[in-house]
């Protein structure tokens, strides 16, 4: 079952987005699976000490956007297939970006710039003997 302990909550984020978000992340982490049961809303409100509205409102997007399912009273399990699974992954990789993109931007660095440094620091990555892997 997940927890949502190792969700470390800002103030700048709506809560209940934060919450979706910490789901999407374990899904592409491996560390939650299609089949795999959440806590109830209660409990999850409980870990993160928030109302259980908030963890309610996040529940609903969840199940929109398809990646959670409730049926009756057993409960809310995680549903992921290939087509969530890529959409999942697109979604935050774009939203990665740009938010280096309007990063770099806010401290006036030049396209040419970044790429250069990008490509210095991916090769510098590598040579340290971390995981890596080509563009």
């Known amino acids: 079952m997940l927890n949502f302990y190792g969700l470390k909550l800002n103030t700048r984020d709506p ?3 934060q919450a979706t978000l910490y789901v999407k992340r ?3 982490l491996g560390e939650a699976a299609s089949g795999d049961r959440l ?8 870990q993160l000490q928030i109302n259980p509205n908030t963890v309610q409102k996040a529940f609903k ?3 929109e956007e ?6 009756g009273n057993q409960g809310s ?5 290939d087509q969530i699974r ?14 280096f993109i309007r990063s ?3 401290i006036n660095l030049t396209f040419k710039r970044v790429v250069d440094l990008v490509s210095e620091l991916w090769e510098q990555e590598s040579s340290d003997g971390k995981r890596s892997e080509e563009p």
């Open 86 to 99: 890529e959409q999942i992954e697109k979604e935050l990789t774009e939203e990665l970006v740009l938010d």
């Open 61 to 63: 997007l969840m199940e």
């Open 77 to 81: 399990v995680i549903y992921v297939d």
């Open 66 to 71: 398809g990646y959670v399912r409730t049926t």
């Open 26 to 28: 374990m899904i592409l």
């Open 39 to 46: 806590p109830s809303r209660r409990e999850i409100a409980a």
């Open 104 to 106: 770099a931007r806010e």
């Open 15 to 17: 809560v209940y987005l």
